[in-house]
T-cell receptor
Framework: GENVEQHPSTLSVQEGDSAVIKCTYS??????FPWYKQELGKGPQLIID?????GEKKDQRIAVTLNKTAKHFSLHITETQPEDSAVYFC???????????FGIGTKLQVIP | NAGVMQNPRHLVRRRGQEARLRCSPM?????VYWYRQLPEEGLKFMVY????????ESGMPKERFSAEFPKEGPSILRIQQVVRGDSAAYFC??????????????FGSGTRLTVV
């Protein structure tokens, strides 16, 4: 089955700096890579996703990159703000009626 | 659209009791997934269901845990004879019926189970 590894597990940045979270996956059939943000006491929420026919996608201050050859994908948050503090999960999906496999999560702390 | 509804939000059970967790998927979604999150850990897959069918239960413990998604009503995750190690947040997610978008999950707010 799919295995998704994520690092770092914790990340502290100063407000205004950038944050980068990296993930790798094992199943070459995976073709959909969503990212979720989980705030304290809440369920994960989809913030951005990328499909395997695209190398990069951007939405305001967040961007994702995908390297299918290396099976790497990353989340980039620029100009971080305190409200970006949360746990971020990467995930991979191989399509069809398969489950989504999540990384272990990265706890991001943005220091004002 | 009310989104994915889970109840109860918090559930306290004594060791040996049964816990029933409910999940109503988003309108138009026919796939339901249950994940468990232990403190300081990630989201661990438990079971994937469609109406009246269990598609993948590879993440379910072999004993005491069961899940269903009946033709009418919410999906139920049932834990019999709970133990302290079952204390966790249980999240339900749903996705649309199309295979091209079946990885696009919407999560509920979770049920936090505490076994005392």
């Amino acid at each position: 089955g799919e295995n998704v590894e994520q690092h770092p597990s914790t990340l502290s940045v100063q407000e205004g700096d950038s944050a980068v979270i990296k993930c790798t996956y094992s199943d070459s059939a995976s073709n959909y890579f969503p990212w979720y943000k989980q705030e304290l006491g809440k369920g994960p929420q989809l913030i951005i996703d990328i499909r395997s026919n695209v190398g990069e996608k951007k939405d305001q201050r967040i961007a994702v990159t995908l390297n299918k050859t290396a099976k790497h994908f990353s989340l980039h948050i620029t100009e971080t703000q305190p409200e970006d503090s949360a746990v971020y999960f990467c995930a991979a999906h191989s399509g069809g009626y398969q489950k989504v496999t999540f990384g272990i999560g990265t706890k991001l702390q943005v220091i004002p | 659209n009310a989104g994915v509804m889970q109840n109860p939000r918090h559930l306290v059970r004594r060791r040996g009791q049964e816990a029933r967790l409910r999940c109503s998927p988003m309108k138009g979604h026919s796939h339901v997934y249950w994940y468990r999150q232990l403190p300081e850990e990630g989201l661990k897959f438990m079971v994937y269901l469609q109406k009246e069918n269990i598609i993948d239960e590879s993440g379910m413990p072999k004993e005491r845990f069961s899940a269903e998604f009946p033709k009418e009503g919410p999906s139920i995750l049932r834990i019999q004879q709970v133990v302290r190690g079952d204390s966790a947040a249980y999240f339900c997610a749903s996705s649309p019926p199309s295979t091209t978008s079946s990885g696009n999950y919407t999560f509920g707010s979770g049920t936090r189970l505490t076994v005392v």
